[in-house]
């Protein structure tokens, strides 16, 4: 072999690990299916690090919010997804949003660079026997890799649906309907909000649940959703009310277009669509919270009736598509080896993380424990009281096997600050404390 590790996949967890390992002086092979004539479900071109169900990588408050702690422990660790993502930003309020295509060509223009880094681009069908391999295919693994993953684990991976919002065109929105703002007026105006009356989010909601929806094979009848990418229609299902508590909240956003009959009291909207920007130029625009498995003619006919959407042109409809990740407390050590086969390491969604930062979080360390066992040392997690150990301990052996499920950064994964912390100051114990035991960490390695 000419290399030192090998990678299989090309998302964000193999992308950010080949960065770390290649940066670190070690020779890396990245296989990537897409591009060799292979693609899944869910792409839609061949570039390195594509973002698939959103262009967000949620909030960037690193005093307040565990994801934002997170982006915060990646930049301090050179981390290629947060390098690329300053580049493609996007306005998204207080949120880190970028432009997709602008993202995944800086992630793979920065991995060509380096010259003890080759891509190649093909499909890997079974785990490889021998040598340091690092699997990172993400969720849409491919059935023949998925098949041999499950041999060599000898049990069945878990799996759930994860749905696509639609992507409007900007300049087919009406904005003598729609306005420009964050909720609360945190941000800027980042996002457009489309109001609905009661009667217009009445309709709108039994229209959803009375929608031809996408049907599913006979293998899929009982997978599950899981809950940080429900599609909108079975929030519907959960109450009349579920979704004006969740993606269609109006509060904190005043609608200055309200001196109309249909807002007769001059403030919120019964019910808010709002949409975020989605590429630098400005002309793409995600519907925030509409992952869906409406058929397609069906999402056009429903979701023009939003008001402000009425002419709206889609450049791309929502989807469906079957994700699968090991049940890595079970499955993988504190190093996330393969305990049956330790030559092989997981990272990325694959693991049962959930969420794109996540997703790279993951592979950022799984890239510097695989440099360290090149370098013949043990690789010493960050404290469990930083988020980056807080996930990678929650993925190794502090969740229950039993019912183990994909899971987004949050404060519940950290140790608890001291009882002595007023409720309203804990979020800023959590960060504080993260971020001083993360530079000693680093100061130590």
Known sequence: MNYDV???????????????????????????????????????????????????????????????????????????????????QVPAGSALAVDRDVFSAEVEARLSALPNLTVVRERIDVLPRAGLTLIATGPLTAASLAHSIG?????????????????????????????????????????????????????????????????????????PYFDGCMPIEVMAERGVDTLRFGPMKP?????????????????????????RQDNKLGTLWNMVGFQTKLKHAEQVRLFRTIPGLENAEFARLGGLHRNTF???????????????????????????????????????????????????????APPRTTALGALLSHITGDAEADSYQPMNVNFGLFPPPDEAVKKKQRKEAYTARAKADLARWIASA
Not at 69 to 85: F, Q
Not at 159 to 172: E, G, L
Not at 251 to 275: C, I, K, M
Not at 353 to 365: D, I, N, Q, T
Request: glycine content about 10%.
């Open 6 to 88: 090998h990678i299989i996949g090309g998302g964000l967890a193999g992308s950010e690990a080949a960065w770390q390992l290649a940066r670190r002086g070690a020779r890396v092979r990245l296989s990537e299916m897409r591009g060799g004539g292979d693609s899944t479900p869910a792409h839609q071109g061949t570039g390195l690090a594509e973002l698939v169900c959103s262009n967000s990588f949620r909030s960037d408050d690193d005093e307040k919010n565990a994801v934002g702690l997170l982006h915060h422990e990646m930049r301090a660790l050179d981390s290629l997804v947060m390098a690329a993502a300053s580049v493609a």
């Open 326 to 380: 090991l049940n890595s407390p079970e499955l993988l050590d504190r190093q996330l080896r393969l305990k049956s086969a330790p030559h092989i390491r997981f990272a990325g969604q694959i693991t049962g993380c959930e969420g794109y930062v996540e997703s790279a979080a993951v592979g950022l360390m799984a890239g510097m424990m695989t440099a360290a066992e090149l370098a013949g040392h043990l690789w010493t």
């Open 151 to 223: 041999a060599a684990t000898g049990v069945s991976s878990l799996a759930f649906f994860d749905a696509i919002a639609p992507i409007v065109y900007r300049d087919t929105i009406d904005m003598d309907v729609c306005w420009m703002a964050a909720r609360w007026d945190k941000g800027g105006k980042d996002y457009i909000n489309c109001p609905m009356t009661r009667e217009q989010y009445t309709a709108f909601h039994a229209a959803l649940l009375a929608g031809e929806k996408t049907a599913f094979r006979e293998w899929e009848e009982n997978t």
């Open 251 to 275: 509060v904190g956003l005043d609608n200055p277009h309200s001196a109309t009959p249909e807002f007769p009291n001059g403030r919120w909207p019964y019910a808010v669509v709002q949409l």
